[in-house]
């Protein structure tokens, strides 16, 4: 699928096993989120009473109290949005397809696409979750990381939706250009909420708040 996108996309049996592609998902992106929460459960285990929260850039819009607790909501919500997330990165990307020219196979089709390439990227988002969640990520390097995923992302899911529909590649990268922007999009949302500094925010002089 990697190595060969072509070969793999071409071929596209109607009706499309959502299930397969979802477990797929699941299989890549939910190994590492048990793990983030064994880890976080630990930490808030062994947590000493009173103490302060490191700072984060978010809290100059949001306390740090409802930060925290968004945060973990949205960690406990992985397994219900990751099939959300296969539905709209494939509608999405059907959109796309359909305005550039019209689309050859189902909106399935372009779902079976955009699924089964985002597993990469969210195996390698769930396995930096765990450094990103213990505060051992700087903002640079996280947004640095997940700029060469999408990267990645943008140009097999073009493809793949390209050779899904018999369309050329050009309208495959153009179609492709919305799902992976609404990936990068909740990716970028959702981390935040962790990272002590992001690009444009000022970071408060004090290295802790108090919860």
Sequence with gaps: MIFHPSRSFRVCPE????????????????????????????????????????????YVFIEPSLAQVLS?????MIPVGLPLLYFVSGLTGHIGVALTGGASRSIGASMRACGYVSGLVLLVIGVVDIPLYL???????????????????????GLALARSHQVSVARG???????????????????????????????????????
């Design 15 to 58: 009706p499309i096993d959502h299930g397969r592609v979802i477990r797929f998902l699941a299989t890549v992106r939910l190994l590492p989120w048990v793990a983030l929460v064994g880890v976080l459960g630990y930490t808030q285990l062994t947590a000493v009473e009173g103490m302060g929260v490191p700072m984060r850039a978010i």
């Design 72 to 76: 973990m909501w949205i960690v406990m």
């Design 135 to 157: 505060g051992w990520v700087p903002g640079p390097v996280y947004i640095g990381v997940l700029g060469v995923q999408l990267a990645g992302y943008w140009g097999l899911a």
């Design 173 to 211: 990268i153009i179609a492709a250009l919305l799902p992976t922007l609404m990936l990068g999009g909740v990716t970028v949302a959702r981390a935040s909420l962790e990272l002590a500094e992001l690009p444009g925010i000022e970071v408060p002089t004090s290295p802790y708040a108090l919860p």
